[in-house]
């Protein structure tokens, strides 16, 4: 059976089009997640990763400015957003959930996402060990979307991964010494 160049070009043109109505299609979960304890009481850790939610700057590296945004959702705190300036530009993260009594929020990201991401959230939650003894635990899950999103998962996890744990180190190092750590202080004097 012989193929012709019209044939060719039919089916070479069929492809294309088949691998671009399918980039709509394909995404992929990237889900990370953090745990560790800390020397720091739940209430005391509470109040700076929950109520202090927009304050994130102060102790964590990856952030150069946040500030409060959005009308008041919650009846435990006055705003519902948080607008943050990283080396990556700016974003807003939206509460979805505040919850004092369990040590728990949600937010996703509504403004700033990584363009291959079709959502970006986070879940983060405090878990009272005793005394002095409180392990918090960071959840972040993006789903990327097309072809290219799925190309760029292994170098997403990992960026998600590091990034998130040298979040959960700094927040260990802020509330156990009361001070910045090392690498946010460093990353001041730029």
Known sequence: M???????????????ILIFISNFFISYTVEVK???????????????????????DIWATNFIKSEA????????????????????????QELDDFDPINHQLKYHIT????????????????????PNKTKVILEFKLVTKGWLGLLMSGKVRSGITSASGE?????????????????KIKSLKK
């Not at 363009?115 to 986070?122: D, Y």
């Open 69 to 92: 945004g959005g009308s008041k959702k919650f009846k435990d705190i006055d705003y519902s957003t948080r607008v943050t300036l990283t080396e990556n530009g700016r974003n807003t």
């Open 34 to 56: 953090q745990e560790l304890t800390m020397n720091a009481t739940i209430d005391s850790t509470w109040q700076v990763m929950g109520t202090e939610f927009s304050e994130v």
């Open 111 to 130: 403004k700033g996402k990584p363009g291959i991401a079709k959502e970006a959230k986070a879940k983060w939650s405090l878990v009272d060990l005793g």
């Open 167 to 183: 979040m959960a180190e700094e927040l260990k190092f802020y509330m156990e010494n009361r001070t910045a750590h090392p690498r």
């Open 2 to 16: 012989k193929i012709t160049r019209k044939k060719t070009f039919r089916i070479s043109a069929l492809i294309l």
